[in-house]
């Protein structure tokens, strides 16, 4: 059982306007409260904003510091095999990612990799990885298949995505990214043929997945194609997520909508006339920093989506391609920099928003009693959080009411 856990004289403790939220739109992220605070946590969970007065097992002295609710990391590529760093030097150098990708690079390198790598090394690798987020101070974070490119080998990643979530104390959920990159010996709708086959296989084996995605893109897949995978996931009672307008405009986002999408990511070449459907849509605008600045420079109309009314949402879109980065105050860092984001909007677009993405906000996602105890205590206050940027500013971690790292 873990311990009773008492945290004491925090400077700023992160609060939304009204309990029970699923989101918060992001028009409304000032509403949000930084108030001094305390804390008492119970049997993994949030027992009361306050010191109920009772003996704690551990207390936390936080003054001068930040509390929040540890982050939700909405888009990994975990669990991935190898790195791609050659490709980087490639990329900065001036050739193209798609062009790395016609040449045999790209996520077919990586399916390569995960081909060659045996479940021990994928999982070592991704556990490593996990190990950092956490001390970064992610306490719950999304897993995808798409480097198998085969039949048998998506069902393997979405096995190791499952064996991953049992071996590190962070809760995690699977999206099957059945759509990633054109398997050899396919045309894209002969591998959709496949897919289709293979969803009920995959939820029978890897029950923890809920939700499809699908790369829509030059060298990828199309919007007929989307349709297809939509249509599936309704089939199946899955969500739908989508790589979409992310080195051009495809108008993919008025699809992902009439398809009820649960998110629509990347969007750095949304058309402008695409804002503000999405943004009164029920819809998460999912947006990936890292991507843009190691992989490409079109920048996504964050502002534009904030002011909007979006549900918006910044995740590491942690991969061994576009982004190579596992931790969530360097990516939230960039989004401030990047995006013109107050301290509030960057918070919340990883914490409530990004659970309510992964289908967790009723439990993760923000400090409410009754929820989870995932909480991390920051080294000061949260305006520090993107302006010392590359400081790790986590000075504790508290997963599912355990005390995991100071
Ligand atoms: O989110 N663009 C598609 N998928 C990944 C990149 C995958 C890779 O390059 O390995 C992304 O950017
Ligand atoms: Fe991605």
């Given at each position: 059982?873990?311990?009773?856990?008492?945290i004491?004289?925090?400077?700023?403790?992160?609060?939304?306007?009204?309990?029970?939220l699923?989101?918060?739109?992001?028009?409304?992220?000032?509403?949000?409260?930084?108030?001094?605070?305390?804390?008492?946590l119970?049997?993994?969970?949030?027992?009361?904003?306050?010191?109920?007065?009772?003996?704690?097992?551990?207390?936390?002295?936080?003054?001068?510091?930040?509390?929040?609710?540890?982050?939700?990391?909405a888009?990994?590529?975990?669990?991935?095999?190898?790195?791609?760093a050659?490709?980087?030097?490639?990329?900065?150098?001036?050739?193209?990612?798609?062009?790395?990708?016609?040449?045999?690079?790209g996520?077919?390198s990586?399916?390569?990799?995960?081909?060659?790598?045996?479940?021990?090394?994928?999982?070592?690798?991704?556990?490593?990885?996990?190990?950092?987020?956490?001390?970064?101070?992610?306490?719950?974070?999304?897993?995808?298949?798409?480097?198998?490119?085969?039949r048998?080998?998506?069902?393997?990643?979405?096995?190791l995505?499952?064996?991953?979530?049992?071996?590190?104390?962070?809760?995690?959920?699977?999206?099957?990214?059945?759509?990633?990159?054109?398997?050899?010996?396919f045309?894209?709708?002969?591998?959709?043929?496949v897919?289709?086959e293979?969803?009920?296989?995959?939820?029978?084996?890897?029950?923890?997945?809920?939700?499809?995605?699908?790369?829509?893109?030059?060298?990828?897949?199309?919007?007929?194609?989307?349709?297809?995978?939509?249509?599936?996931?309704?089939?199946?009672?899955l969500?739908l997520?989508?790589?979409?307008?992310?080195f051009?405009t495809?108008?993919?986002?008025?699809?992902?909508?009439?398809l009820?999408?649960?998110?629509?990511?990347?969007?750095?070449?949304?058309?402008?006339a695409?804002?503000?459907?999405l943004?009164?849509?029920?819809?998460?605008?999912?947006?990936?920093?890292?991507?843009?600045?190691?992989?490409?420079?079109?920048?996504?109309?964050?502002?534009?989506?904030?002011?909007?009314?979006?549900?918006?949402v910044?995740?590491t879109?942690?991969?061994p391609?576009?982004?190579?980065?596992?931790?969530?105050?360097?990516?939230?860092?960039?989004?401030?920099?990047?995006?013109?984001?107050?301290?509030?909007?960057?918070?919340?677009?990883?914490?409530?928003?990004?659970?309510?993405?992964i289908?967790?906000?009723?439990e993760?996602?923000?400090?409410?009693?009754?929820?989870?105890?995932?909480?991390?205590?920051?080294?000061?206050?949260?305006?520090?959080?993107?302006?010392?940027?590359?400081?790790?500013?986590?000075?504790?971690?508290?997963?599912?009411?355990?005390?995991?790292?100071?």
């Open positions: 059982m873990a311990p009773s856990i008492a004491r004289g925090a400077a700023q403790l992160l609060r939304p306007p009204a309990d029970g699923p989101y918060l739109r992001h028009d409304r992220a000032a509403e949000l409260t930084l108030a001094p605070g305390d804390l008492t119970r049997a993994g969970a949030i027992a009361a904003l306050a010191d109920d007065g009772g003996d704690a097992d551990v207390a936390i002295d936080a003054r001068g510091c930040a509390v929040l609710p540890g982050f939700v990391d888009h990994t590529h975990l669990p991935f095999a190898d790195w791609r050659r490709e980087y030097e490639q990329k900065v150098t001036g050739v193209g990612y798609e062009q790395i990708a016609r040449e045999g690079g996520i077919r990586s399916a390569r990799a995960f081909a060659r790598a045996n479940d021990d090394a994928v999982l070592d690798q991704a556990r490593a990885l996990a190990a950092e987020m956490l001390a970064w101070g992610t306490t719950a974070f999304e897993c995808k298949s798409g480097y198998g490119l085969s048998a080998a998506e069902l393997r990643a979405l096995r995505a499952a064996a991953l979530g049992d071996a590190v104390p962070q809760q995690t959920v699977s999206t099957a990214l059945l759509a990633h990159a054109l398997p050899d010996g045309d894209a709708d002969g591998w959709l043929d897919v289709a293979l969803v009920p296989e995959a939820l029978a084996q890897s029950p923890g997945v809920r939700a499809l995605d699908v790369y829509v893109e030059s060298i990828a897949f199309t919007n007929d194609h989307l349709r297809r995978v939509g249509a599936l996931a309704a089939r199946h009672g969500d997520r989508c790589h979409v307008e992310q051009a495809h108008r993919s986002v008025p699809v992902a909508l009439e009820g999408a649960r998110s629509v990511d990347h969007l750095a070449c949304i058309d402008p695409d804002v503000a459907p943004a009164a849509a029920e819809c998460a605008a999912v947006l990936l920093p890292g991507a843009e600045f190691l992989g490409d420079e079109h920048v996504a109309p964050a502002r534009a989506l904030i002011d909007a009314g979006a549900i918006v910044v995740a879109d942690a991969n391609g576009t982004s190579p980065v596992v931790a969530l105050p360097i990516v939230l860092g960039l989004a401030v920099r990047r995006y013109g984001l107050t301290a509030r909007e960057a918070l919340l677009a990883a914490t409530l928003n990004a659970a309510w993405t289908g967790r906000s009723a993760l996602g923000s400090i409410e009693a009754g929820k989870r105890a995932d909480l991390i205590v920051l080294d000061g206050p949260v305006e520090q959080l993107a302006y010392r940027f590359g400081h790790n500013p986590v000075a504790a971690v508290i997963c599912g009411g355990e005390l995991v790292h100071v």
